[in-house]
């Protein structure tokens, strides 16, 4: 996108000459400076609105008709050449005391009791620009408290000083307005926008924001002091953003967790599930080493429990090794060297979803070794999203594209129906039935050498889709860049945990009946076959996982070893950009290791003779000629059922997944699952259908939608145990009939 190049302009700002860029806000000159003023509604990445009026300075004629007649809003007024300001005569100090008191008239004054006293821009700013002593002799107006604006928002009208962050936040950085000025005049307040709770995936970030303690958390609300707390810098392990956050502990706990300010990733927001999805390290933990014996687990030490699972691995004569997707790039190294110099087994895969040898091939080609930035995304003339939905499966990511969007990005996405997340980013749809996406890119036009192309982790089921997009980007220059769901996918593709020269992939491993298995971060649901995952776990001779809460696997698992999670480990995350985002340990505590850590233990205690070779330790399995690429799946069939639809899917940010389980105030924000079908089929079956696919059946709300013809859309894993569990198989068809029926 390219700009108008701005020249510079000089002022004085208190006597001081500032030289800013032309169109610069008056208190953006100010800061530049090293001068403060006094602010409320102000914040860089919002649009100025002069809600407050705090930040009032003084901006005299000079003699260039440059100057106002009364003080005004330095946040609204952009500088111009030769113009005057002072913040701190007679004035300006005088209309700051004037409003500072006029906040204070109603606002309550019981800092020590108040959630934000402490950390509070209003009390801070009323000792520094406030007087010593109140005028006012009326009662404060009171109102009844809280207002849930959403089941993790909280609103005490009493301590709002209207400022409007919250609002203008709501309605120009996520798009979901749900929050509005009420009432007018002395009456003006904030409430909830038409009957409606506030919902958004970015909804905690208004909390943090607010310069008051009007807004507050559900879940952090009068727990804990700022000065009670200890700050760490961290990296958020929900997504593979790299989203920069602040986490906040006390006595070992985590007692919240904040945005961090990285201008390059995330600026200052975070999703909701990065910053209240963390109790899955206290809750449900796995924190004592287990054995099975007699057909039973029971608690071993961790001498004991490292010696069996190297004793069970090193017997084995084939191994697999499932990693998952969880990991830092540390541990993806570490499980990669321990596939294939311990266990001299190239059966080895991170995808813990469906996938395809075609996804295996690309991750290593045009994935490995590269780097797209959020910077080449604001410097794009064009995006192109195939096979992904950033609202849910990539928060920042999403936040980058509106704000681009908004600044004249066009966005095209190529989806089997138009959501609200692409109407959110201003996109033109491109209605595409799953597996139809190499035939419309094929012919796709409108890319240059200045474009850049995304695509997700779900196109690993549209046979051709990963070349067409290659195809795509080398016929035209364009960037091309992948975007995995979770954190440690990048990184794992980084240290090739992929299946080597003769190996089998995770479908290959699950179907292959090897000797021993050992898992890490893998639900057996969100696998493509997750009856085929469990029955291999149950027919392995001997299972080893590695995991933070009890899972299916770790139920049918022969040793159990818990690994730390995010924070009690410090690692790097490999971000969708290829970006390094080292953090550091939060929590050191005592008998808690990494993945790293105990592969090394084991690798030290295994007794497998590293000179063996692969033929010989596993010659019965790779005799079998089993096709690593057994979940490719032809969707060039010809559906023969008029009443059949191709199944469109993928999972909303805030779903059943195993680390949301316990949260029960984000869970409360998810999404309801329901079916998108075509409009016209929804006046015909109605608000209510029933849903069956090879696997099984779901009655389920169902809404309207424009979709690509043939095919509906649910969410991946909202309902039941999931998509792949009980309902239908990668590339099956599904047929709809109402209810009733």
């Given at each position: 996108?390219?700009?108008?190049?701005m020249s510079?302009?000089?002022?004085?700002?208190?006597?001081?000459?500032?030289?800013?860029p032309?169109?610069?806000?008056?208190?953006?000159?100010?800061?530049?400076?090293?001068?403060?003023i006094?602010?409320f509604?102000?914040?860089?990445l919002?649009a100025?609105?002069g809600a407050?009026?705090q930040?009032l300075?003084?901006?005299?004629?000079?003699?260039?008709?440059?100057?106002?007649?009364?003080?005004?809003?330095?946040?609204?007024?952009p500088?111009?050449?030769?113009?005057?300001?002072?913040?701190?005569?007679?004035?300006?100090?005088?209309?700051?005391?004037?409003?500072?008191?006029?906040?204070l008239?109603?606002?309550p004054?019981?800092?020590?009791?108040c959630?934000?006293?402490?950390e509070c821009?209003l009390?801070?700013?009323?000792?520094?620009?406030?007087?010593?002593?109140?005028r006012?002799?009326?009662?404060?107006?009171?109102f009844p408290?809280?207002i849930n604006?959403?089941?993790?928002?909280?609103?005490?009208?009493?301590r709002?000083?209207?400022?409007?962050?919250?609002t203008?936040?709501?309605?120009?950085?996520?798009?979901?307005?749900g929050?509005a000025?009420?009432?007018?005049?002395?009456?003006?307040?904030?409430?909830?926008?038409?009957?409606?709770p506030?919902?958004?995936?970015?909804?905690?970030?208004v909390?943090?924001?607010?310069?008051v303690?009007?807004?507050?958390s559900?879940?952090?609300?009068?727990?804990?002091?700022p000065?009670?707390?200890?700050?760490?810098?961290?990296?958020?392990?929900?997504?593979?953003?790299?989203?920069?956050?602040?986490i906040d502990?006390?006595?070992?706990?985590?007692?919240?967790?904040?945005?961090g300010?990285?201008?390059?990733?995330?600026?200052?927001?975070?999703?909701?599930?990065d910053?209240?999805?963390?109790?899955?390290a206290?809750?449900?933990?796995?924190?004592?080493?287990m054995?099975?014996?007699d057909?039973?687990?029971?608690?071993?030490?961790?001498?004991?429990?490292?010696?069996?699972?190297?004793?069970?691995?090193?017997?084995?004569?084939?191994?697999?090794?499932?990693p998952?997707?969880?990991?830092?790039l540390e541990?993806?190294k570490a499980y990669?060297?321990f596939?294939?110099?311990t266990?001299?087994?190239?059966?080895i895969?991170?995808?813990?979803?469906p996938l395809?040898?075609?996804?295996?091939d690309?991750?290593?080609?045009?994935?490995?070794?590269?780097?797209?930035?959020?910077?080449d995304?604001?410097?794009?003339?064009?995006v192109?999203?195939v096979?992904?939905?950033?609202?849910?499966e990539?928060?920042?990511?999403?936040l980058?594209?509106r704000?681009?969007?908004?600044?004249?990005?066009?966005i095209?996405?190529?989806?089997?129906?138009?959501?609200e997340?692409?109407?959110?980013?201003?996109?033109?749809?491109v209605?595409?039935?799953p597996g139809?996406?190499?035939?419309?890119?094929?012919?796709?036009s409108?890319?240059t050498?200045?474009?850049?192309?995304?695509?997700g982790?779900r196109?690993a089921?549209?046979p051709?889709?990963?070349?067409?997009?290659?195809?795509?980007a080398d016929?035209t220059?364009?960037?091309?860049?992948w975007?995995?769901?979770?954190?440690?996918?990048?990184?794992?593709?980084?240290?090739?945990?992929?299946?080597g020269?003769?190996?089998?992939d995770?479908?290959?491993?699950?179907?292959?009946g090897?000797?021993?298995?050992l898992?890490?971060?893998v639900?057996?649901?969100?696998?493509?076959?997750?009856?085929?995952?469990?029955?291999a776990?149950?027919q392995?001779?001997?299972?080893?996982?590695?995991?933070?809460?009890?899972?299916?696997?770790?139920?049918?698992?022969?040793?159990?070893l818990?690994?730390?999670?995010?924070?009690?480990?410090?690692?790097?995350?490999v971000?969708?950009e290829g970006r390094?985002?080292?953090?550091e340990?939060?929590?050191?505590?005592?008998?808690?290791?990494?993945d790293?850590?105990?592969?090394?233990?084991?690798?030290?205690?295994?007794?497998?003779?590293?000179?063996?070779?692969?033929?010989?330790?596993e010659?019965?399995?790779?005799?079998?000629?089993?096709?690593?690429?057994?979940?490719?799946i032809?969707?060039s069939a010809?559906i023969s059922?008029?009443?059949?639809?191709?199944?469109?899917?993928?999972?909303?940010?805030l779903?059943?997944?195993?680390?949301?389980r316990?949260?029960?105030?984000?869970a409360?924000?998810?999404r309801p699952?329901?079916?998108?079908?075509?409009?016209?089929?929804?006046?015909?079956?109605?608000d209510?259908?029933?849903?069956t696919?090879?696997?099984?059946?779901?009655?389920l709300?169902?809404?309207?939608?424009?979709?690509?013809?043939?095919?509906v859309?649910v969410?991946?894993?909202s309902?039941?145990?999931?998509?792949?569990?009980?309902?239908a198989?990668p590339?099956?068809t599904?047929?709809i009939?109402?209810?009733?029926?």
């Open positions: 996108m390219g700009g108008v190049e510079d302009v000089t002022l004085k700002i208190d006597g001081a000459d500032v030289t800013v032309e169109g610069t806000l008056v208190i953006r000159a100010a800061e530049e400076a090293g001068i403060e006094p602010r509604c102000d914040h860089p919002l100025p609105v407050c009026r930040c300075v003084d901006i005299p004629d000079a003699g260039n008709g440059r100057g106002f007649p009364k003080p005004q809003a330095s946040c609204t007024i500088v111009a050449e030769g113009m005057v300001v002072e913040t701190q005569n007679s004035t300006a100090v005088k209309a700051q005391q004037g409003i500072m008191e006029f906040l008239v109603n606002h004054l019981d800092c020590p009791v959630d934000k006293g402490g821009p009390q801070n700013q009323a000792m520094s620009h406030g007087q010593g002593e109140t006012f002799e009326g009662t404060k107006r009171t408290k809280p604006l959403s089941p993790n928002v909280l609103l005490d009208r009493e709002c000083i209207v400022c409007q962050r919250c203008r936040f709501a309605a120009e950085i996520p798009g979901d307005p929050i000025l009420i009432q007018r005049g002395a009456q003006q307040q904030i409430g909830i926008a038409e009957d409606k506030f919902s958004s995936y970015f909804s905690g970030n909390i943090q924001i607010c310069p303690g009007a807004l507050t559900d879940d952090y609300r009068f727990r804990a002091r000065f009670d707390l200890v700050s760490t810098p961290s990296v958020a392990e929900h997504d593979a953003c790299g989203a920069a956050i602040r502990h006390r006595r070992g706990k985590v007692m919240r967790r904040l945005a300010n990285d201008p390059e990733v995330n600026e200052e927001w975070i999703s909701d599930k910053r209240f999805g963390f109790r899955y206290v809750r449900d933990r796995l924190t004592t080493p054995v099975r014996e057909g039973e687990l029971r608690p071993a030490s961790w001498l004991e429990a490292v010696a069996v699972a190297a004793a069970g691995l090193a017997q084995a004569g084939s191994v697999g090794v499932l998952g997707g969880r990991l830092t541990d993806a990669a060297t596939a294939r110099d266990l001299r087994t190239p059966h895969d991170f995808r813990s979803r395809s040898a075609e996804e295996t690309f991750l290593r080609s045009r994935v490995a070794g590269t780097s797209v930035t959020y910077a995304l604001d410097a794009a003339d064009h192109v999203l096979g992904l939905e950033p609202e849910d990539a928060g920042t990511l999403f980058r594209l704000k681009a969007n908004r600044s004249g990005l066009r095209t996405t190529l989806s089997p129906y138009a959501s997340g692409s109407r959110k980013l201003g996109a033109e749809i209605l595409t039935a139809a996406e190499k035939d419309v890119l094929s012919q796709f409108g890319v050498e200045a474009s850049v192309i995304l695509v982790e196109l089921t549209s051709g889709a990963y070349s067409a997009a290659a195809d795509l016929r220059g364009a960037r091309l860049a975007v995995p769901r979770r954190a440690g996918d990048r990184g794992a593709v980084e240290a090739d945990l992929l299946p020269e003769g190996g089998l995770a479908d290959g491993i699950v179907r292959s090897l000797d021993a298995l898992v890490a971060g639900d057996p649901d969100d696998t493509a076959d997750p009856a085929a995952f469990l029955a776990l149950d392995a001779g001997f299972v080893v996982s590695l995991e933070q809460r009890v899972t299916a696997v770790t139920e049918r698992a022969d040793v159990v818990p690994v730390a999670t995010a924070s009690e480990k410090a690692g790097t995350f971000t969708w390094r985002r080292p953090f340990k939060v929590f050191d505590k005592p008998g808690t290791y990494s790293a850590d105990l592969l090394k233990i084991l690798a030290e205690e295994s007794s497998i003779d590293r000179e063996t070779s692969v033929s010989d330790r010659e019965s399995v790779l005799g079998t000629e089993i096709d690593p690429s057994t979940s490719e032809d969707y010809p059922d008029s009443s059949a639809y191709r199944v469109s899917t993928w999972r909303l940010m779903d059943n997944g195993t680390l949301q316990g949260d029960k105030a984000l409360a924000t998810a699952a329901f079916v998108r079908i075509p409009a016209g089929l929804h006046a015909e079956l109605g209510v259908v029933t849903i696919g090879d696997r099984g059946s779901w009655t709300p169902a809404l309207p939608a424009e979709m690509a013809d043939g095919t859309w969410p991946t894993n309902f039941g145990r999931g998509v792949w569990a009980d309902l198989s590339g099956s599904v047929t009939e109402g209810a009733g029926q």
